[in-house]
């Protein structure tokens, strides 16, 4: 997909110009941040809705009848997929059940002032919310987990804990799709960090709008293409009713080099995240290259490439007093206190450039 | 980092590599301040080799290295680049692309040494069997667009030949082509050609794109034009990290592993990168310990995506010295293309029986170069890129439309001037080597429908 209009090729705008470029009748009200078009609102929610239609269609996300999960966040992503998701359902005829699913981590302060949001969403938007909670299924909240093992590392529990929540509470809704509000920004984030840790078994799938068909419930990333700024700008125009404080627990979550990276990309050459994921889509895997295979965990059957799967493994660890059970990987005891000191450092510095929103994206 | 005082020759102590306390001291001094100079320090006091002297570097992987373990690591890196992918045969004329800055340099350096280690087996052989291969040297001067003073220009230009004429064993030729060559053989009509077509780039990065495929044309020019067989380039892993990310940025994801392997031959003449496995940081400093003369006067300020991915890629390297070798690795499992190795006939029949084996694999699997290149950069055509193509042959009514189809998106965009008008006066300044071969395929093509015109009903255009 290549919707993006050619920056420079664009003539230059005449002065005083101030009708919207799509219609020409009313007033340019915004800039578009993907094409850098001047338009009006009414066109911007045109473009913006049915571009996100158009991607639906072409890639098959749903058929007539499927349920579908909205993971509910009550942030922007999220609260805007919802809105816009019921929209299309209503005016294309989709024929889905929509749900709204949340995950509570057990965050005081943070977590429990945006389910306010999702519940309030309920309402605003006529979809049922389905909650589940670290608490029910580990026996742990993120309060109880930042305590065990402080600030650092936290972010790895609650990015694998949340993925595998989404899922059980999927289940419990017995629905057909998941769907998230990962953007265009996300995708092309995930790209570069994956080229630069060298992961490329997700670099061979981190640009999938499906994953996981092979899996119990397939996960939709509708808003594939759609810039995130245009999501606070749909959002803002709409009034929306979204949470935006970020979470307590990881305060520099969006300050990682790889985001500054791509937003500075972006100031200079909107389409650039587009061609991101473009070229995302475009590697070819050597076939030589081994990927993991897929199996299932043995304690709670989740889908793992090992006999355990990452939330039990941490969970073991939790539950043993041993909390840095799982993270990353342990040298031999080989070596004096110098060099691992220096090691403990060295990995801790590798890791803090490189976190992704929220800590570690696991499309 | 202060340096330690070099031990007595005489002590029982002294490695096998101290000549004298006061060469010894000089190295570390230099070694010292040049560790320092590139705003690093040594973990540990012992090369991780020889377990001698000083150690002046911490290489990847914490492993410190005295000064000649440290060259001799880069050296035998070079070669088994060189000797592993089968770069150089005896009978080949190596065109070394010489830009004045360190990593080029090195590469000159290590050539002229293979060479001349070649020469003397060669000697002593006295033996008729096998000639050395030849170096040639080239320089692409790019002065016609630099805003610097002409005298400052002239000496930097003069600097590159005296560091070219000083290796003993003089080269075969040094090569100072103007890059305006590639549009015309007269001066002035090249030079006026080549600034308009840089002035209807209205993108900072596509412009410096642009210049990068005219250096690389230049070159093609030069190995052809004096009877080289390859090019070798100076190019280093800390280049190739930021190329793989400029393309991955640029949407170039399909082609990008054409150009970080170690072999490319969809040019004319073969172009190869053995210096691929080197950070340029080793090679800066390769050059402050060895006093190998560089000249970096003529780099001209760059603005634009690729400065912004290589002042990214110089920040992760702060935190890890290690992101760069990792970026080329993922790369490197992308897979390349059937151009990325030589497989002529009997091209490998010079090499050691012991290495034939595993070039004799590939031989039998030898797939025919299908791939249809971009005009300008020479990437690979994408599946879009393709179906872009074909539709524009069927439905094609001016050669400019040709022109325009065979350019990748990424040089589409950032290169192409929008406005059909425009676009045409850019195609028809535009070096003959590129655009000459769009003119045979269309004249061919064009003879074809004449043949066949009597027959042809009329088209219905239902676009699809």
């Given at each position: 997909?290549?919707?993006?209009?050619?920056?420079p090729?664009?003539?230059?705008?005449?002065?005083?110009?101030?009708l919207?470029?799509?219609?020409?009748?009313?007033?340019?009200?915004?800039?578009?941040?993907?094409?850098?078009?001047?338009?009006?609102?009414?066109?911007?929610?045109?473009?913006?809705?049915?571009?996100?239609?158009?991607?639906?269609v072409?890639?098959?996300?749903?058929?007539p009848?499927?349920?579908?999960?909205?993971?509910?966040?009550?942030?922007?992503?999220?609260?805007?997929?919802?809105y816009?998701?019921?929209?299309?359902?209503?005016?294309?005829?989709?024929?889905?059940?929509?749900?709204?699913?949340?995950?509570?981590?057990?965050i005081?302060?943070?977590?429990?002032?945006?389910?306010?949001?999702?519940?309030?969403?309920?309402?605003?938007?006529?979809?049922?919310?389905?909650?589940?909670?670290?608490?029910?299924?580990?026996?742990?909240?993120?309060?109880?987990?930042?305590?065990?093992?402080?600030?650092?590392?936290?972010?790895?529990?609650?990015?694998?804990?949340?993925?595998?929540?989404?899922?059980?509470?999927?289940?419990?809704?017995?629905?057909?799709?998941?769907?998230?509000?990962?953007n265009a920004?996300?995708?092309?984030?995930?790209?570069?960090?994956n080229?630069?840790?060298?992961?490329?078994?997700?670099?061979?799938?981190?640009?999938?709008?499906?994953?996981?068909?092979?899996?119990?419930?397939?996960?939709?990333?509708?808003?594939?293409?759609?810039y995130?700024?245009?999501?606070?700008?749909y959002?803002?125009?709409?009034?929306?009713?979204?949470?935006?404080?970020?979470?307590?627990?990881s305060?520099?979550?969006?300050?990682?080099?790889?985001?500054?990276?791509?937003?500075?990309?972006?100031?200079?050459?909107?389409?650039?995240?587009?061609?991101?994921?473009?070229?995302?889509?475009?590697?070819?895997?050597?076939?030589?290259?081994?990927?993991?295979?897929?199996?299932?965990?043995?304690?709670?059957?989740?889908?793992?490439?090992?006999?355990?799967?990452?939330?039990?493994?941490?969970?073991?660890?939790?539950?043993?007093?041993?909390?840095?059970?799982?993270?990353?990987?342990?040298?031999?005891?080989?070596?004096?206190?110098?060099?691992?000191?220096?090691?403990?450092?060295?990995?801790?510095?590798?890791?803090?450039?490189l976190?992704?929103?929220?800590?570690?994206?696991?499309? | 980092?202060?340096?330690a005082?070099?031990?007595?020759?005489?002590?029982?102590?002294?490695?096998?590599?101290?000549?004298?306390?006061?060469?010894?001291?000089?190295?570390?001094?230099?070694?010292?301040?040049?560790?320092?100079?590139?705003?690093?320090?040594?973990?540990?006091?012992?090369?991780?080799?020889?377990?001698?002297?000083?150690?002046?570097v911490?290489?990847?992987?914490?492993?410190?290295?005295?000064?000649?373990?440290?060259?001799?690591?880069?050296?035998?890196?070079?070669?088994l680049?060189?000797?592993?992918?089968?770069?150089?045969?005896?009978?080949?004329?190596?065109?070394?692309?010489?830009?004045?800055?360190?990593?080029?340099?090195?590469?000159?350096?290590?050539?002229?040494?293979?060479?001349?280690?070649?020469?003397e087996?060669?000697?002593?052989?006295?033996?008729?069997?096998?000639?050395?291969?030849?170096?040639?040297?080239?320089?692409?001067?790019?002065?016609?667009?630099?805003?610097?003073?002409?005298?400052?220009?002239?000496?930097?230009?003069?600097?590159?030949?005296?560091?070219?004429?000083?290796?003993?064993?003089?080269v075969?030729?040094?090569?100072?082509?103007?890059?305006?060559?590639?549009?015309?053989?007269?001066?002035?009509?090249?030079?006026?050609?080549?600034?308009?077509?840089?002035?209807?780039?209205?993108?900072?990065?596509?412009?410096?794109?642009?210049l990068?495929?005219?250096?690389?044309?230049?070159?093609?020019?030069?190995?052809?034009?004096?009877?080289?067989?390859?090019?070798m380039?100076?190019?280093?892993?800390?280049?190739?990290a930021?190329?793989?990310?400029?393309?991955?940025?640029?949407?170039?994801?399909?082609?990008?592993?054409?150009?970080?392997?170690?072999?490319?031959?969809?040019?004319?003449?073969?172009?190869?990168?053995?210096?691929?496995?080197?950070?340029?940081?080793?090679?800066?400093?390769?050059?402050?310990?060895?006093?190998?003369?560089?000249?970096?006067?003529?780099d001209?300020?760059?603005?634009?995506?690729?400065?912004?991915?290589?002042?990214?890629?110089k920040?992760?390297?702060?935190?890890?010295?290690?992101?760069?070798?990792?970026?080329?690795?993922?790369?490197?499992?992308?897979?390349?293309?059937?151009?990325?190795?030589?497989?002529?006939?009997?091209?490998?029949?010079?090499?050691?029986?012991?290495?034939?084996?595993?070039?004799?694999?590939?031989?039998?699997?030898?797939?025919?170069?299908?791939?249809?290149?971009?005009?300008?950069?020479?990437?690979?055509?994408?599946?879009?890129?393709?179906?872009?193509?074909?539709?524009?042959?069927?439905?094609a009514?001016?050669?400019?439309?040709?022109?325009?189809?065979?350019?990748?998106?990424s040089?589409?965009?950032?290169?192409?001037?929008?406005?059909?008008?425009?676009?045409?006066?850019?195609?028809?300044?535009?070096?003959?080597?590129?655009?000459?071969?769009?003119?045979?395929i269309?004249?061919?093509?064009?003879?074809?429908?004449?043949?066949?015109?009597?027959?042809?009903?009329?088209?219905?255009?239902?676009?699809?």
């Amino acid at each position: 997909m290549d919707s993006a209009v050619d920056g420079p090729r664009q003539p230059p705008a005449r002065a005083g110009s101030r009708l919207c470029t799509r219609c020409g009748e009313r007033k340019a009200a915004l800039k578009r941040p993907k094409t850098l078009e001047q338009i009006c609102r009414e066109c911007f929610y045109v473009v913006f809705e049915d571009e996100i239609h158009q991607t639906i269609v072409d890639n098959n996300l749903f058929k007539p009848g499927d349920r579908v999960a909205i993971g509910a966040s009550g942030g922007k992503d999220s609260t805007v997929l919802a809105y816009v998701l019921s929209e299309l359902n209503r005016r294309h005829k989709y024929c889905l059940d929509l749900f709204l699913l949340s995950v509570d981590e057990g965050i005081t302060g943070y977590r429990d002032d945006s389910l306010e949001t999702v519940k309030r969403n309920e309402i605003q938007y006529g979809l049922p919310l389905k909650i589940v909670s670290y608490k029910d299924l580990y026996g742990w909240t993120m309060d109880d987990i930042v305590k065990a093992i402080g600030l650092k590392n936290n972010c790895t529990f609650c990015g694998v804990f949340r993925r595998q929540a989404l899922d059980r509470g999927a289940a419990l809704l017995k629905v057909d799709k998941i769907v998230t509000g990962h953007n265009a920004d996300d995708i092309a984030e995930t790209v570069l960090l994956n080229i630069l840790r060298g992961d490329i078994a997700r670099l061979s799938r981190c640009t999938f709008i499906t994953t996981g068909e092979d899996g119990p419930i397939p996960r939709c990333k509708p808003f594939k293409y759609t810039y995130e700024k245009e999501i606070v700008m749909y959002a803002y125009f709409k009034k929306l009713d979204y949470f935006s404080t970020e979470c307590i627990y990881s305060p520099n979550a969006y300050r990682g080099f790889a985001r500054e990276f791509i937003k500075d990309l972006e100031r200079m050459r909107p389409r650039a995240i587009l061609d991101i994921i473009k070229s995302g889509e475009n590697f070819r895997i050597s076939t030589t290259t081994r990927m993991p295979e897929q199996g299932t965990c043995e304690r709670c059957g989740y889908i793992s490439s090992q006999k355990l799967c990452k939330a039990c493994v941490l969970l073991d660890g939790l539950n043993r007093g041993l909390p840095k059970l799982g993270i990353g990987r342990t040298k031999g005891i080989a070596g004096g206190d110098g060099d691992c000191e220096q090691q403990a450092t060295r990995s801790e510095r590798n890791r803090s450039s490189l976190q992704g929103k929220h800590g570690n994206f696991d499309f | 980092m202060a340096a330690a005082a070099a031990s007595s020759c005489g002590g029982a102590g002294c490695g096998p590599h101290c000549s004298s306390s006061a060469s010894a001291a000089a190295v570390e001094d230099a070694a010292a301040a040049a560790a320092e100079k590139v705003g690093r320090l040594s973990l540990s006091r012992e090369c991780g080799k020889c377990g001698g002297g000083a150690a002046a570097v911490a290489v990847a992987g914490g492993l410190g290295l005295c000064g000649e373990c440290f060259r001799a690591n880069l050296l035998g890196k070079f070669k088994l680049a060189v000797t592993s992918n089968a770069m150089v045969r005896p009978t080949d004329s190596v065109l070394l692309a010489f830009s004045g800055g360190p990593a080029s340099r090195v590469a000159l350096q290590f050539i002229h040494e293979m060479r001349c280690k070649a020469i003397e087996s060669w000697d002593v052989s006295n033996s008729q069997a096998l000639p050395v291969f030849g170096v040639g040297v080239a320089f692409v001067d790019e002065s016609v667009l630099c805003s610097k003073p002409r005298d400052e220009i002239e000496m930097a230009i003069e600097d590159i030949r005296s560091i070219v004429s000083s290796l003993s064993t003089g080269v075969k030729a040094m090569h100072i082509a103007r890059l305006e060559d590639v549009f015309s053989t007269e001066s002035e009509d090249g030079e006026r050609r080549l600034r308009e077509a840089v002035d209807m780039i209205g993108d900072d990065t596509g412009r410096e794109d642009f210049l990068r495929c005219l250096r690389m044309l230049s070159l093609q020019k030069i190995a052809m034009e004096n009877g080289y067989a390859k090019i070798m380039l100076g190019s280093c892993a800390s280049a190739i990290a930021c190329h793989v990310l400029s393309a991955t940025v640029k949407g170039q994801g399909y082609s990008l592993p054409a150009d970080v392997q170690y072999v490319d031959t969809r040019w004319e003449i073969p172009v190869v990168l053995p210096l691929r496995d080197c950070l340029a940081q080793e090679l800066t400093l390769l050059c402050e310990l060895d006093s190998l003369k560089t000249q970096q006067h003529l780099d001209r300020p760059s603005n634009g995506i690729n400065s912004l991915v290589a002042s990214f890629i110089k920040r992760l390297r702060e935190e890890n010295p290690s992101r760069e070798h990792t970026i080329v690795r993922t790369a490197q499992k992308l897979k390349p293309f059937s151009f990325n190795k030589f497989s002529a006939d009997g091209y490998h029949d010079f090499l050691p029986s012991r290495l034939r084996p595993k070039f004799q694999k590939f031989d039998s699997d030898e797939s025919t170069f299908s791939e249809i290149l971009c005009l300008m950069c020479g990437s690979p055509f994408s599946e879009s890129e393709l179906q872009n193509l074909e539709s524009t042959k069927h439905k094609a009514q001016k050669k400019i439309d040709l022109y325009t189809a065979h350019c990748c998106q990424s040089c589409y965009f950032q290169i192409l001037p929008a406005g059909e008008n425009l676009n045409e006066h850019f195609f028809s300044l535009l070096p003959k080597l590129w655009t000459g071969k769009m003119d045979t395929i269309s004249d061919s093509h064009s003879l074809l429908r004449d043949q066949i015109e009597e027959y042809l009903l009329e088209e219905n255009d239902d676009g699809n």
